[in-house]
Antibody
Framework: EVQLVQSGAEVKKPGESLKIACKDS????????IAWVRQMPGKGLEWLGI????????RYSPSFQGQVTISADKSINTAYLQWSSLKASDTAMYYC??????????????WGQGTMVTVSS | QSALTQPASVSGSPGQSITISCTGT?????????VSWYQQHPGKAPKLMIY???NRPSGVSSRFSGSKSGNTASLTISWLQAEDEADYYC???????????FGGGTKLTVL
């Protein structure tokens, strides 16, 4: 069964850096898009960006461009979301999700369990 | 403000049918047949319920159906059950700089 397993919850201080991970246990990691989605407490889903591990083609939501960095290491079937300087407003649950196909316009049928990031002084 | 507009809440009684709308523009919902719907129960990850406007993934109940007319997509749940109570989000491919947009979400209450 294909599944995405995300790294554990994080508690950080403002200004600190962070990199969270999303590991794909299935095959053909390189041939599907992996998206990152934010959900602030009590709020809706927000799309941060997406990466195609096969060639590292990465696209960001304009709202998050420059705020986060998405990357992937296809040798270990893992995608990453990182921050260089966290803010309290980054406190949220972050999900990774895998596309149904290699098309960037496809739906996301496999989701990770989520990584809760808490930023507080 | 979300790119796609959904009602904040809908409700229905067990056995009834409800419809959730998702309104976009000709650059997203109206221009492409790549509308998806996700169900999210509290504390859980989203689950894909409908893709490409009206297709159900394997394992999703036939009580869930999708459609589209112009710039508005719809999710209909027939024969409502208590387990359907959840948040529902629509999503669409878009020709803007970002290929994916979400709706703001709709909370479904089963009375």
């Amino acid at each position: 069964e294909v599944q995405l397993v995300q790294s554990g919850a994080e508690v950080k201080k403002p200004g600190e850096s962070l990199k969270i991970a999303c590991k794909d246990s299935g095959y053909s990691f390189s041939n599907y898009w992996i998206a990152w989605v934010r959900q602030m407490p009590g709020k809706g889903l927000e799309w941060l960006g997406i990466i195609y591990p096969g060639d590292s083609d990465t696209r960001y939501s304009p709202s998050f461009q420059g705020q986060v960095t998405i990357s992937a290491d296809k040798s270990i079937n893992t995608a990453y979301l990182q921050w260089s300087s966290l803010k309290a407003s980054d406190t949220a649950m972050y999900y990774c999700a895998k596309s149904k196909s290699s098309w960037v316009n496809d739906a996301f049928d496999i989701w990770g369990q989520g990584t809760m990031v808490t930023v507080s002084s | 403000q979300s790119a796609l507009t959904q009602p904040a809440s809908v409700s229905g009684s067990p056995g009834q049918s409800i419809t959730i709308s998702c309104t976009g523009t000709s650059s997203d919902v109206g221009g492409y047949n790549y509308v998806s719907w996700y169900q999210q129960h509290p504390g859980k990850a989203p689950k894909l319920m409908i893709y490409e406007v009206s297709n159900r993934p394997s394992g999703v109940s036939s009580r869930f159906s999708g459609s589209k007319s112009g710039n508005t997509a719809s999710l209909t749940i027939s024969w409502l059950q208590a387990e359907d109570e959840a948040d529902y989000y629509c999503s669409s491919y878009t020709s803007s700089s970002t290929p994916v947009v979400f709706g703001g979400g709709t909370k479904l209450t089963v009375l």
